[in-house]
């Protein structure tokens, strides 16, 4: 079975920290880029890291995060991790993990269920 399960969510005080994981089974990782999107109420889903497959392995980070946020794979754990520092109010919101891959024109897309973040003292 194909999935992307995310995990490490919770309420944590502001200027706190967290990782999360997203952990995928049912595909090779490695060839995927992992992204990392997050969604808080009344808002639309925006995107906040990703990292790119193997071949490749760069990282993005939306300015909001810059110098706060890191987006690392472990590819043998079949894991992505968002390790986040410094975290703000404005960081509340659920966290989803997408693995993403075009491969010989073929569009393969995958989601999380998702996990809370909460920053609030």
């Known amino acids: 079975q194909l999935q992307l399960v995310e995990s490490g969510g919770g309420l944590v005080q502001p200027g706190g920290s967290l990782r999360l994981s997203c952990a995928a089974s049912?595909?090779?990782?490695?060839?995927?880029?992992i992204g990392w999107f997050r969604q808080a109420p009344g808002k639309e889903r925006e995107g906040v890291s990703c990292?790119?497959?193997?071949?490749?392995?760069?990282?993005y980070y939306a300015d909001s995060v810059k110098g706060r946020f890191t987006i690392s794979r472990d590819n043998a754990k079949k894991t992505v991790y968002l390790q986040m520092n410094s975290l703000i109010p404005e960081d509340t919101a659920m966290y989803y993990c997408?693995?993403?891959?075009?491969?010989?024109?073929?569009?393969?897309?995958?989601w999380g269920q998702g996990t809370q973040i909460t920053v609030s003292a």
């Open positions: 990292i790119n497959s193997d071949s490749d392995a760069s990282t």
């Open positions: 049912g595909f090779t990782l490695k060839y995927y880029s």
């Open positions: 997408n693995a993403y891959r075009v491969h010989f024109g073929i569009k393969s897309d995958y």
